[in-house]
């Protein structure tokens, strides 16, 4: 399959970046957008009455990538199975981006040299949100912020399988490359993936196997928002991806992997972005009644109509 389209049909990107904060995601979205070039928040929002109490929304791009924040408390922590690489033209850049990340935040590998680049580090910054900052030199990917899945614990050596899965149910996908680990890189296991890169609806991800002990795992913190136009289409994703029907809730699913995904009509986009407090409020009262959404169903409820 090629990779030919970075939009949906409506102009959106296909695929938003979600993070789940405790009650910091506007305060994270300010800090993100002063850091990265080409970045601005384009939509704040509250949702009320839910179980989690009223919720900060704010969507927002980092270097030209949509992302989306919500404040829901305390369910889900950040942790380093979903990082996002930031490819760096100058060592300066990283030195930069390192210093205001990883203020407040935890040193996961030190800034320096390393066998695959002059200047690399991974750190957690104070929201608990891992960031790999690397210098790319003349590599400079186009895409400069890059999710990238650890697969770990009981998923580890699932890389590979889980790569070549996500190509197939999304229709214009790549895979670039996949790098295995060799013999005598114990605990890795010799034919599990040292990298991967893949592209899924024109997003670059990178995924890797990790057989070190690790008390983490995949969760919600950090999901994929699918946009789509149609029902057909939400039916479509919901019946490749969902593997866990206890976790489905409010467009929310669970893969075979524990990789978390939202599937999300884009009309929807426009319903919650709505300064009336009594469509907000008819919308939000139905989607959380629904675990895959109905696009007819929510236009009713925007609409006031039973």
Known sequence: M???????????????????????????AKLYTSIFNDSKITDTSIIRNTPSGDCDIVSFTLAGQSFMAISAGPLFKFNPSISFHVACKTKGEVDALWKKLSEGGTILMELGEYPFSEKYGWLQDRFGVSWQIIYAGDRIPKQK??????????????????VKF????????????????????????????????????????????????????????????????????????????????????????????????????????????????????????AFLKMKKFDIEALKRAYEGKK
């Open 2 to 28: 090629d990779k030919t389209k970075i939009t949906a049909e409506s102009g959106k990107q296909k695929i938003t970046i979600h993070l789940w904060f405790d009650k910091e995601a506007v305060e994270a």
């Open 145 to 162: 912020i890059t999710p990238a899945l650890m697969f770990v614990g009981n998923v580890c050596g699932h890389a590979e399988e889980a």
């Open 166 to 285: 996500y190509s197939t149910v999304f229709r214009n996908s790549k895979i670039y490359n996949i790098l295995h680990y060799g013999k005598g890189e114990a605990p890795e296991r010799e034919g599990t993936v040292k990298y991967a890169s893949f592209a899924l609806e024109g997003m670059e991800f990178g995924a890797m196997d990790s057989a070190h002990e690790h008390k983490f795992a995949f969760n919600e913190a950090i999901s994929f928002i699918v946009h789509c136009d149609t029902q057909k289409e939400i039916d479509y994703y919901w019946g490749k991806l969902s593997a866990f029907p206890e976790s489905e809730q409010c467009g929310w699913l669970k893969d075979k992997y524990g990789v978390s995904w939202q599937i999300v009509p884009t009309a929807m986009d426009e319903m919650m972005k709505t300064k009336d407090p009594q469509r907000m409020a008819r919308v939000t009262e």
